[in-house]
């Protein structure tokens, strides 16, 4: 019963994106205007090979704050033995997903909302266990 106990956090912050990012029309504006955010998710096992999801702050099934219209790399890791594959979905449709992430294996894929609102996230294989709340905001 030995669970890896670190998760490495590595924001993506220091794009060289730099120089030519938009020429400021309104200079104040300093809000989360990155160009590009990430979001670390790991697979994790508990007993009886109950599957979440974790963030780096180890909560489980964590509720995501997102920006609309915000670029996020969601990165995932899976140091579990079995598969797993996050989706993005609203109303039961899929709209952003990552690929099948074998046992050991990472994977990640962008997402950007296009409208403020309530989504959801799962596992396509544990989907009552592995899955969340995003809620999209303007700001
Ligand atoms: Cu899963």
Redesign the pocket.
């Known amino acids: 019963m030995s669970y890896s106990s670190h998760y490495l956090v590595q924001p993506i912050s220091a794009k060289k994106s730099s120089s030519n990012d938009k020429a400021s029309s309104t200079s104040t504006e300093a809000s989360a205007s990155n160009s590009n955010t990430s979001i670390a998710f790991n697979?994790l096992e508990l007993k009886n090979q109950t599957?979440r999801w974790q963030n780096t702050s180890k909560a489980i099934n964590p509720t995501l704050h997102l920006i609309a219209n915000t670029d996020y790399l969601i990165k995932i890791k899976n140091p579990t033995d079995t598969k797993?594959e996050l989706i993005i979905g609203s109303n039961g449709t899929e709209l952003a997903k990552s690929s099948e992430i074998k046992p050991g294996k990472s994977g990640k894929f962008t997402f950007n909302a296009n409208s403020t609102g309530t989504l959801e996230y799962h596992?396509e294989?544990?989907p009552d266990t592995?899955k969340g709340i995003i809620e999209i905001s303007s700001q």
């Open positions: 697979a599957y797993h596992c294989y544990h592995m």
